[in-house]
T-cell receptor
Framework: QKEVEQDPGPLSVPEGAIVSLNCTYS??????FMWYRQYSRKGPELLMYTYSSGNKEDGRFTAQVDKSSKYISLFIRDSQPSDSATYLC????????????FGSGTRLQVQP | SQTIHQWPATLVQPVGSPLSLECTVE??????LYWYRQAAGRGLQLLFY??????ISSEVPQNLSASRPQDRQFILSSKKLLLSDSGFYLC??????????????FGAGTRLSVL
């Protein structure tokens, strides 16, 4: 079993839709949770990060962490064609090496 | 503000040839530095990380090596490339505080094709 599971998609939605992207994980010691956006043939760009459980909002993006279920989500409101990209979740521990463990990414396509 | 530079953007190399990819960070001192490889349609695999000059930790046994000759310079090398070394190589940095250690910022990547 992978430490972090992420549906690869592709997920295709019409412009203006609400998008829900999710990851599940197996190691309850993860404390930091990140979402990266990666356009084709580019490096990942940090969108949001959260520490422990809870919600965090930034513009059209909302990140949620449910540690009891080992489940994290990224919601995108009013999705735009420019949101079309691969979204990677990543997580790390609070102590020690702090290397990130990544999901394999979900490819999102927003149709105009 | 901090920026990370990685080059070249694309590289095509024959099997058995050497490799040198370079990454530099501007606007911060004493960063943690990382090399990742991303296979097509897959997540990122950590190859090396460094917490200071000359300090390199390897995550997986492989045909590659890394060096950090200066505080903000990180180099990925190979003496003889294999076909299996093809992939998208990403350099990343993070800060040193308790929170900043967990937040990594990536360069634009190098797409390596070994033929």
């Amino acid at each position: 079993q992978k430490e972090v599971e992420q549906d690869p998609g592709p997920l295709s939605v019409p412009e203006g839709a609400i998008v829900s992207l999710n990851c599940t994980y197996s190691n309850s010691a993860f404390q930091y949770f990140m979402w990266y956006r990666q356009y084709s043939r580019k490096g990942p760009e940090l969108l949001m990060y959260t520490y422990s459980s809870g919600n965090k909002e930034d513009g059209r993006f909302t990140a949620q962490v449910d540690k009891s279920s080992k489940y994290i989500s990224l919601f995108i409101r009013d999705s735009q064609p420019s949101d079309s990209a691969t979204y990677l979740c990543a997580m790390s521990f609070d102590t020690g090496r702090r290397a990130l463990t990544f999901g394999s990414g979900t490819r999102l396509q927003v149709q105009p | 503000s901090q920026t990370i530079h990685q080059w070249p953007a694309t590289l095509v190399q024959p099997v058995g040839s050497p490799l040198s990819l370079e990454c530099t960070v501007e606007g911060t001192s004493n960063p943690n530095l990382y090399w990742y490889r991303q296979a097509a349609g897959r997540g990122l695999q950590l190859l090396f990380y460094s917490v200071g000059i000359g300090q390199i930790s390897s995550e997986v046994p492989q045909n590659l090596s890394a060096s950090r000759p200066q505080d903000r310079q990180f180099i990925l090398s190979s003496k003889k490339l294999l076909l299996s070394d093809s992939g998208f190589y990403l350099c990343a940095w993070s800060g040193r505080t308790s929170l900043a250690k967990n937040i990594q910022y990536f360069g634009a990547g190098t797409r390596l094709s070994v033929l």
